[in-house]
């Protein structure tokens, strides 16, 4: 019984039959081949040689089960096919794999049953726009290779051009105007800590009125986690002044002025480690109001079950 799988997704309606290639071959002549170099009997047997084979293998396999020979086939676009030989050693009808320019295809022919390799990567290359039969061609060379990827990759469109970097508004200084570019830093410390997974808060008082325009903390930012930080600024009245996500490392956005006061930051990161030190406390039921007013705020809460969470050094810049 034969069968085919495929790597890649099912056909796509608009594909039309000039893109892909059917795939024919018979490997009678490449089995028998590797069945005499290994001391096997062929496949074209006496019923007495058959039978003297089987039992020399008796240990390993059923006698009963037929070798099965499977072909894996690949394009120059990665798109790859399996298929089983069908009872004739032939490959199936109908198999088919994404055309490419050059059409150049890789193939390998395993047996299962034995762990064993017969055709290890040969590559063919075809010019003609009907069936290929990879059976009767000849293998490239090694240069013939290279130089079929060579020419694949010149017949690949160009790259598109990189996104441009994403422009902020930054807002130039004038004069009278004593708002500071210089930036400010609130928290810190040199402890290892584990920043809450529930939002927590720190009071600051601000001395003098910024732009900010990027955000930065001492978090160890690990590339191969999904790691946030989120950050909101409230001034003493309850109102948001800034909003922001440290996705795996600084967040930048829009400059804006903030004025000389009293702030709440409230942040959170479950499962983001840092350093810094403490002072910062926990919401009570780990969410941000709506309104934080600072007034309203306790200044220290004890919870023997949430110990102080960890508070980082966040850097707020102009630039």
Request: aromatic share 10%.
């Amino acid at each position: 019984m034969s069968s085919i799988s495929s790597s890649r997704k099912a056909r796509p309606n608009t594909a039309r039959d000039s893109d892909y290639v059917t795939v024919t071959g018979d490997f009678r002549s490449v089995i028998d081949e590797d069945r005499v170099r290994r001391g096997l009997p062929k496949t074209i047997l006496t019923p007495f040689d058959y039978w003297k084979g089987r039992q020399r293998r008796t240990d390993e396999i059923d006698a009963d089960a037929p070798d099965e020979f499977v072909l894996r086939i690949q394009n120059l676009a990665g798109d790859e096919v399996s298929v089983t030989l069908d009872g004739d050693y032939r490959v199936p009808p109908g198999t088919k794999i994404p055309r490419t320019s050059p059409m150049v295809l890789s193939y390998e022919l395993n047996c299962p049953a034995d762990y064993h390799r017969i055709i290890a990567h040969s590559w063919i290359r075809f010019g003609g726009d009907g069936s290929v039969d990879i059976s009767a061609l000849p293998a490239l060379t090694q240069d013939e290779i290279r130089a079929a990827l060579k020419e694949y990759d010149h017949s690949l469109p160009a790259p598109p051009e990189p996104s441009p970097l994403p422009s902020f508004r930054r807002s130039p200084r004038v004069r009278g105007d004593s708002a500071s570019r210089l930036g400010f830093s609130v928290g810190g410390g040199t402890e290892a800590i584990d920043l809450p997974g529930s939002w927590a808060y720190y009071v600051f008082h601000l001395p003098r009125a910024i732009y900010v325009g990027r955000v930065a903390t001492t978090v160890d930012w690990n590339s191969d986690l999904k790691q946030v930080v989120r950050v909101k600024l409230f001034n003493a009245f309850g109102e948001l002044v800034l909003e922001t996500a440290l996705e795996g490392g600084d967040a930048v956005f829009d400059d804006l002025r903030i004025e000389e006061g009293d702030y709440v930051i409230c942040y959170s990161g479950s499962g983001v480690r840092g350093t810094g030190g403490g002072g910062a406390n926990r919401f009570p039921y780990g969410t941000v109001p709506m309104h934080v007013k600072l007034d309203e705020l306790p200044r220290s809460v004890f919870d023997h079950l949430n110990p102080t969470p960890g508070m980082p050094r966040f850097t707020f810049s102009a630039d």
